[in-house]
């Protein structure tokens, strides 16, 4: 039997529906939501990345302000912009497309925006109120792994879910969403011993190393929930995932595709942090 499929084309398109509504909203009250993305460098990925952000924006309302500059950037200017869009009433979001140039720290670029623009969940700050329970935007891409288990009604309390990969992009905060939600969690890495044995254990897979078939069928324990994060092409050039879709899909109860899984749903949750922050930005008007 073959497993489930957790479409995040569609999730997304019909959680964009009701963010469109919002923006209106927020529109009619005198609060534009908007986001900036930096970009710097010619990337080819991260072209594509910032493309589809944008085009997001487009489609649900939001003000979206794109800068592009060149690889050669210095920090103190990348730094300089930054400051100005943190004091720029307009924006509500600040994105900086990463990865940035070997010569520019993107850990002091992302402490630079300010927590309440921090759309991408990736301040000390963002990290420090997940890690306590508190309020805060959360990394667009686990959250997206989260709504797309909440959209199949599947109870985590109880269930022991396994996270391949310790990132602080993905990795980490997916354990501590997961931990929420009063699932037990391992997190496996390229350290652990015998991979396969934890992942046999687990109700819950999310694979996030960009890996080519880190996880292979043999690996997963018969109805579970598959999630690919990974993104990743294959020897003929196709998008991939970290799972062997085709072998993994006849032995789990769900699994995410790649393309059209997780991608789409990480730039959902980017606009719907956009959308909360603009509409604490409202609050504190009132």
């Not at 963010?19 to 534009?32: D, E, P, Y």
């Not at 790649?258 to 604490?280: E, F, H, K």
Request: glycine fraction near 8%.
């Amino acid at each position: 039997m073959s497993a489930l499929l957790i479409d995040g084309n569609a999730l997304s398109q019909h959680m964009r529906v009701d963010f469109a509504a919002r923006t209106q909203s927020l529109v009619a009250q005198g609060i534009h939501p908007g986001l900036a993305v930096i970009l710097v460098g010619d990337n080819p990925a991260s072209q594509v990345y910032v493309r589809n952000k944008v085009k997001a924006c487009e489609q649900v309302g939001i003000h979206s302000v794109l800068e592009k500059h060149p690889d050669d950037l210095t920090q103190a200017a990348l730094l300089a912009r930054v400051d100005a869009l943190n004091h720029d009433p307009r924006i509500h979001g600040i994105l900086v497309q990463l990865p940035l140039p070997k010569h520019i720290d993107a850990q002091k670029v992302i402490e630079a925006i300010a927590p309440s623009k921090d759309v991408d969940g990736f301040h000390v700050a963002s990290a420090g109120a997940l890690m306590t329970g508190l309020p805060a935007y959360w990394p667009c891409t686990p959250h997206g792994c989260m709504k797309m288990l909440e959209s199949i009604g599947y109870p985590l309390q109880g269930k022991h879910a396994v996270v391949i990969g310790r990132s602080n992009i993905v990795g980490k905060p997916m354990a501590l969403m997961l931990l929420q939600q009063n699932a037990t969690v391992t997190i496996c890495h390229s350290a652990t011993v015998d991979l396969k044995h934890h992942c046999l254990q687990a109700d819950v897979i999310v694979a996030a190393v960009g890996r080519r078939n880190v996880l292979t069928a043999d690996m997963v324990k018969p109805g579970a929930v598959v999630i690919d994060v990974g993104m990743n092409r294959d020897d003929a050039g196709k998008l991939c995932g970290d799972v062997d879709f085709e072998a993994v899909k006849q032995v789990a109860g769900y699994i995410t595709p790649v393309p059209g899984g997780v991608g789409p749903m990480t730039i959902t949750m980017l606009l719907a942090n956009t959308l909360d922050s603009a509409q604490q930005s409202l609050s504190a008007k009132t």
